[in-house]
């Protein structure tokens, strides 16, 4: 009775907003308002992409309108509560796409540099988010020692791919060895950056790449 009734005092001064649109929601709404649940740019039948080094990834959003934006905020402006509502958009499309097919889960990290900047890795706390929902956990596997220019800057899968080219390595070997790993990023264009770490976790040993992304770039 107390926590709900300063659950609603707190409504009062704090009051709730869509992750996507940010009008106010009641608190009884998964963070998200009824008409972005029936207007979001879903991926629907093309979810699905093929890759190098990675068999599949999965992607429940296109990388526009509202979607874009939610994730912008998301990344730069703190928005780290997001990554609840985006996990659980993104734990339903692996659990539709991918189940059974991975026995670890992990993300891409950022670099030490943009890390210190930034404050928080926004593929991390989406990772983590999502393994929560599908009842799992996340493990770093991941390390990026060299510091390279945002992949957004870039223009073509080359260029997108020599940046990223020896950016990554296996933090422990031992842990990647003959396993089937999930590998989680926040989104997906030209692939380059989810092949260069599946590259590298396949040298190390793994038996198998799969990924996730929330966006995926329109065709």
Same mark, same amino acid.
């Given at each position: 009775?107390?926590?709900?009734?300063? %659950?609603?005092?707190?409504?009062?001064?704090?009051?709730?907003? /869509?992750?996507?649109?940010?009008?106010?929601?009641?608190?009884?709404?998964?963070?998200?308002?009824?008409?972005?649940?029936?207007?979001?740019?879903?991926?629907? =039948?093309?979810?699905?992409?093929?890759?190098?080094?990675?068999?599949?990834?999965? %992607?429940?959003?296109?990388?526009?309108?509202?979607?874009?934006?939610?994730?912008?905020?998301?990344?730069?402006?703190?928005?780290?509560?997001? @990554?609840?509502?985006?996990? &659980?958009?993104?734990?339903?499309?692996?659990?539709?796409?991918? @189940?059974? $097919?991975?026995?670890?889960?992990?993300?891409?990290?950022?670099?030490?540099?943009?890390?210190?900047?930034?404050?928080?890795?926004? +593929?991390?706390?989406? &990772?983590? &988010?999502?393994?929560?929902?599908?009842?799992?956990?996340?493990? =770093?596997?991941?390390?990026?020692?060299?510091?390279?220019?945002?992949?957004?800057?870039?223009?073509?899968?080359?260029?997108?791919?020599?940046?990223?080219?020896? @950016?990554?390595?296996?933090?422990?070997?031992?842990?990647?060895?003959?396993?089937?790993?999930?590998?989680?990023? =926040?989104?997906?264009?030209?692939?380059?950056?989810?092949?260069? /770490?599946? $590259?590298?976790?396949?040298?190390?040993?793994? +038996?198998?790449?799969? /990924? &996730?992304?929330?966006? $995926? @770039?329109? =065709?």
């Amino acid at each position: 009775m107390a926590f709900g009734l300063l %659950s609603d005092i707190a409504g009062l001064f704090f009051p709730l907003k /869509c992750t996507f649109c940010q009008k106010g929601i009641k608190n009884t709404e998964p963070g998200i308002c009824p008409d972005c649940v029936k207007t979001l740019p879903y991926t629907g =039948d093309k979810s699905k992409q093929k890759g190098d080094f990675y068999t599949l990834c999965v %992607s429940p959003l296109y990388y526009s309108d509202k979607a874009r934006k939610a994730v912008m905020r998301f990344k730069f402006n703190g928005k780290t509560n997001y @990554a609840r509502v985006f996990g &659980a958009l993104l734990a339903e499309c692996i659990r539709q796409n991918l @189940a059974g $097919r991975y026995d670890l889960i992990s993300w891409i990290p950022l670099s030490g540099k943009k890390l210190k900047k930034r404050g928080y890795a926004q +593929s991390a706390l989406l &990772a983590m &988010a999502a393994a929560l929902a599908l009842d799992d956990v996340a493990v =770093d596997l991941l390390d990026k020692p060299k510091d390279t220019p945002a992949q957004s800057t870039l223009k073509g899968r080359s260029q997108r791919k020599a940046n990223v080219s020896g @950016a990554y390595t296996v933090k422990e070997i031992g842990m990647v060895k003959g396993k089937r790993i999930l590998l989680i990023d =926040d989104i997906i264009t030209t692939g380059a950056t989810l092949s260069e /770490c599946a $590259r590298v976790l396949l040298n190390a040993g793994a +038996s198998e790449i799969v /990924c &996730a992304a929330l966006c $995926r @770039a329109r =065709d």
